[in-house]
Structures are given as C-alpha cells and as structure tokens.
C-alpha cells in the first residue's frame, strides 16, 4: 500500500525542468517517512547516514533530496559532504545542489558545471534580519527592507551563491553584491563576488508557496 501510494504523488521525469544542460525538480512532500522509506529497491545505500538523523523533519528532507536525485539520474545515489558541508556525488558524474523548505524540495545537477540552488517558504522573520546580509548600499536599492517579496529573493540569491562559492562568500553582506532588481514572478539577477570579482547570474521564480533561486557556473 506504501509503495502505492508512493507513487501516486511521486514527480516524475516529466516534471524535470532543463535549463541546457542543467536539471532541476522541485517537489512538495506529502508523503510519510515510511512510504518514502519503502519506495527505495535498495535502502541499505542510506540506511547508515539516515539512522544518524534524529528529527523527523530532517529524516523526511534527507529522504526527498534522495527521492529528487533518483528522478534526475535515474538511478539510486547516496550523497557524500565535503569538510564545508558541500554535497557531491562519489563517482563525480554530476554537480549537485540540494534545497529545502518547509514541505518544499529542490533538487538541480549539472554533468559539468556548478550549481547552486535555494528553496525558501516565505515569512516575516526576514524583515528582522536583512541587514545581516544585505550591506547597506543593496538595502537602499532594495526599498529598504519594505518589499518583503524582495528581500526572499535577495537571500535565496546569496544562499546560492555560498553553496557555488563556498567558505569566499560566507560574509553575505560584505562578500557578495546584487545589483538592483524588479520583483516579478520570474527574472534574473546580477551578482558580483567581491573577494574575486567575480560576476554570476542567477535566475529566480517566486510563488505564493516558495521562492526559488538557482546559479549555473
């Protein structure tokens, strides 16, 4: 019955989004951590790094990045993590960047180019926290701090490009720039690394459920 209704929910290829040679899935988990356990043919790949796991909601956001994988490669993969946190697949066939939140997964790999991508549900909270990573010429190009939509996507935007950049782009505010930028449902940003001056576009979509920002680089 597991399996069943498993894969009635499931995405499936069909819903993978190509962006050239980049794949992306995103994916709202319903589903119990039983019905996604039973749906592997072959658990034991993730059985150790899954028992360390004590919260259930990290259980179901391990469980649905692995779901996201198998779709987008067609096979079951287990995820290693670099010393920085950093995911990567053991037999390096793939770039991987992995996202989520709330019920909301995403998942985008790429054969030869790095990739960032970051999920996030909306909430208030951000307001109380944009100069964190904002400096404080982007906050006065970003309505300062009034358009929450904005600043979703601002941080999204930097979450990015920390997971393509690394420990270089861990001081968001002062690390990383965006160049202003129109809210719409979907577009593209701008952005300078400063440690590097380094140039990197990002490409956004914002949903009433969650706000998506991905980087190919």
Not at 34 to 59: H, M, Q, Y
């Amino acid at each position: 019955m597991f399996k069943e209704r498993l894969n009635m929910s499931l995405p499936t290829t069909k819903n993978i989004v190509t962006i050239d040679d980049a794949k992306l899935l995103v994916w709202e988990i319903t589903q119990s951590i039983d019905e996604l356990v039973s749906g592997f043919e072959d658990f034991t790949l993730f059985a150790v790094d899954f028992e360390k796991i004590n919260s259930d909601k990290r259980k179901l956001e391990f469980l649905g990045t692995r779901w996201l994988l198998k779709i987008l490669l067609g096979k079951e993969t287990n995820v290693q993590y670099t010393a920085d946190g950093k995911p990567y697949l053991n037999n390096g066939s793939h770039h991987i960047s992995l996202s989520h939140s709330g019920n909301w997964m995403a998942v985008m790999i790429h054969p030869t180019k790095h990739v960032g991508i970051d999920i996030e549900c909306p909430t208030d909270k951000i307001q109380k926290v944009y100069k964190r990573f904002l400096s404080e010429t982007e906050q006065a190009e970003l309505s300062d701090g009034k358009n929450i939509k904005q600043l979703q996507i601002a941080w999204s935007a930097k979450e990015a490009l920390y997971k393509i950049i690394g420990k270089e782009a861990i001081d968001f505010a002062n690390q990383l720039r965006l160049l202003p930028f129109e809210v719409q449902t979907e577009g593209r940003i701008t952005a300078l690394h400063l440690v590097t001056n380094t140039v990197y576009q990002l490409t956004y979509t914002q949903t009433a459920a969650y706000t998506l920002v991905y980087c190919i680089a």
